[in-house]
């Protein structure tokens, strides 16, 4: 139980363009959500805690108009990465804590903007 | 806010070896201590947690203690295999999921060599 399925696994965009990805609880219904980015070699970093039915809490320094995030039900969560440039090309993850499992983290979603 | 330090940042041992990853932490209102295997182009799967009432906590191979007098947390690894090759991370919340944040350490790159 408490799986958390994150699609796509990959994208490649072109720069100026939009990409969303999705986050989905699969046998649990999530509140919370939340959204990292991670970079290569680095430690996960939270961007935003995404609220069901509520705006979303962004981390300081991250630009919530450029990363959309709307969480409308209790198990789908989607992160929109918005006029993507090189530098936004990243490991995004998303993750949710049901209750009495800790926290459970989707497979990653690897973004390449060219 | 919260801040984990993980040390050291790469580690290399011998097959069969044991291995021991250490966290220290800053706020005292954190009582769950997860740590996950991250392999690569994968998200993170945790692989034991510990809460502050318990000051140890073992599942085969795998170990972690926590003192939390002195706020920090060790992983010990014990028997390592190839297949435990990938980056470790630490992470501190104040409370088992919810809508508490999780703040992860800098990782540890494990790799275990025949």
């Known amino acids: 139980g408490a799986v958390v399925s994150q699609h796509p696994s990959w994208v490649i965009c072109k720069s100026g363009t939009s990409v969303k990805i999705e986050c989905r609880s699969l046998?649990?219904?999530?509140?919370?959500m939340f959204w990292y980015r991670q970079f290569p070699k680095q430690s996960l970093m939270l961007m935003a805690t995404s609220n069901e039915g509520s705006k979303a809490t962004y981390e300081q320094g991250v630009e919530k108009d450029k990363f959309l995030i709307n969480h409308a039900s209790l198990t789908l969560s989607t992160l929109t990465v918005t006029s993507a440039h090189p530098e936004d090309s990243s490991f995004y993850i998303c993750s949710a804590a049901p209750s009495g499992y800790g926290y459970t983290f989707g497979s990653g979603t690897r973004l390449t903007v060219v | 806010g919260e801040n984990v330090e993980q040390h050291p940042s790469t580690l290399s041992v011998q097959e069969g070896d044991s291995a021991v990853i250490k966290c220290t932490y800053s706020d005292s209102a954190s009582n769950y201590f997860p740590w996950y295997k991250q392999e690569l182009g994968k998200g993170p799967q945790l692989i034991i947690d510990i809460r502050s009432n318990v000051g140890e906590k073992k599942d085969q191979r795998i170990a972690v203690t926590l003192n939390k007098t002195a706020k920090h947390f060790s992983l010990h690894i014990t028997e390592t295999q190839p297949e435990d090759s990938a980056v470790y991370f630490c992470?501190?919340?104040?409370?088992?999921?919810?809508?508490?944040?999780?703040?992860f350490g800098t990782g540890t790159q494990l790799k275990v060599e025949l």
């Open positions: 992470a501190a919340s104040p409370i088992t999921g919810g809508g508490n944040k999780l703040t």
């Open positions: 046998d649990f219904q999530a509140t919370t």
